[in-house]
């Protein structure tokens, strides 16, 4: 079993369905094996008591006319399971009844069922009584319903045995296209092989997540195109106006309102590049166009960049303190390695409090960037998507995050974020 998104355990569909089943034949054994029992007795006792009929219509038809008063006695002791005797209760109607009798051999008591009925012999009235033991009748029907007890048993188990099997059998390519779209992602390049089985239905769901996949990945595709090629178009107009930005506040002639308004334009158009930068980098992710993998040295890249960073981190009265292992080496590209640390750089410094602090911890197995800033922890639900702002007037373009996210899972490294002591702390974990 799984849990969904609510923490709820989830129950597998043939886990369910064979419950289903389980539960209604369980039911059909209790109702089953009961009704069974009490049908049988009842077969035996109609079968019992018509017999009694028999053997009184027998007595009725050759007795009845050929007994004599003084023979009553002698037939009484000559016949265990026959009785003649006086009509002294009145009894004017047949009457069936149960009793037990205590067996001198068995040294038990067993049980027969009698039928009492009218006569009349020489003119007087009699009682003539019949009796037949039911101890066979009942362990005749113990031992049925033993046996069927069993023949349900082993239905059931083989019900059970059967429909697991087959269920996993005909499920195997639902499962199957199932593993496959787990493991699909829409900015790899490889798509999904579903397999064409012999059912229908799976058939159809497979032939609908492949249309649904290529329409999907030809979106993306065209989106991935589509930034790309406007990154790079952006480029060149973009350095131009920059470019003639700065050479107007070289100007001398300039007042203070104008220096003003080209200042801002110029910090906006800064910030313009390196929107476009980032789109690009996140382009070329996308498209593995860094594919040189190599040995590097983490410690010797955060060195490099410390120095810069130290600079920008003072304009806002920030200390930094390092806890850092040297020789500290992982395989990734090595412009994404540089890429990784300076943007873990700005993110702690850019989303930094006046007289903040910044702790970066590196060992052989992870890296720590911790700072301070919101006193409250961020919402991990969207925190590394693109263009995602915790606050939506800070002057970043809400892409570093996502860069920084991009960039572990192209060297298939995980990464966390936790809130303690006032502390935003981004582990990378190597």
């Not at 040294?107 to 009699?126: C, G, Q």
């Amino acid at each position: 079993m799984a849990q969904d998104i609510n923490g709820k355990m989830n129950k597998k569909l043939l886990q369910k369905t064979l419950r289903y089943y389980i539960i209604f034949s369980l039911v059909v054994m209790l109702l089953g094996v009961p009704l069974f029992f009490f049908i049988n007795q009842w077969l035996y006792l109609h079968e019992a008591d018509e017999a009694l009929q028999v053997k009184k219509e027998e007595f009725v038809k050759f007795f009845v006319p050929q007994i004599k008063e003084n023979e009553i006695v002698i037939f009484n002791k000559l016949n265990s399971d026959l009785h003649i005797e006086k009509n002294n209760e009145g009894i004017v109607k047949d009457t069936i009844f149960e009793r037990n009798f205590y067996n001198h051999m068995d040294k038990e008591n067993e049980p027969f069922r009698i039928l009492r009925s009218p006569v009349t012999i020489n003119n007087k009235s009699y009682i003539f009584s019949v009796r037949a033991n039911l101890v066979d009748d009942y362990e005749l029907a113990l031992i049925t319903l033993a046996v069927f007890t069993v023949i349900i048993l082993i239905l059931l188990i083989g019900l059970f045995i059967i429909t697991r099997r087959l269920s996993i059998t005909l499920w195997k390519p639902f499962y199957q296209t199932l593993k496959q779209i787990e493991q699909f992602e829409i900015d790899k390049t490889s798509n999904p092989k579903l397999i064409p089985n012999d059912i229908e239905e799976f058939n159809r769901l497979n032939n609908a997540i492949n249309n649904l996949i290529q329409k999907n990945s030809s979106i993306y595709q065209s989106q991935k195109e589509f930034i790309e090629n406007a990154a790079h178009e952006l480029q060149t107009p973009i350095a131009i106006f920059k470019g003639k930005l700065e050479n107007i506040l070289q100007r001398k002639d300039l007042n203070s309102e104008q220096f003003k308004l080209i200042d801002d334009l110029n910090n906006t158009t800064t910030r313009l590049v390196k929107l476009n930068k980032n789109l690009l980098v996140l382009s070329k992710i996308d498209s593995n166009s860094y594919y040189g993998i190599e040995k590097i040295n983490l410690h010797e890249i955060i060195y490099n960049q410390l120095t810069f960073f130290s600079e920008q981190a003072l304009s806002k009265k920030i200390s930094i303190t390092t806890e850092i292992e040297e020789n500290v080496v992982v395989s990734s590209n090595h412009f994404l390695a540089e890429m990784l640390i300076s943007n873990l750089f700005l993110n702690t410094i850019n989303h930094n409090v006046l007289d903040g602090q910044i702790t970066i911890k590196l060992t052989n197995d992870k890296l720590l960037f911790s700072n301070t800033g919101s006193l409250l922890p961020l919402q991990t639900e969207k925190m590394f998507e693109r263009f995602s702002k915790s606050n939506p007037s800070s002057q970043g373009n809400g892409l570093g995050l996502s860069i920084i996210k991009k960039i572990v899972d192209t060297n298939h490294w995980t990464i966390n974020y936790n809130f303690t002591n006032i502390m935003h702390t981004f582990e990378i974990v190597f």
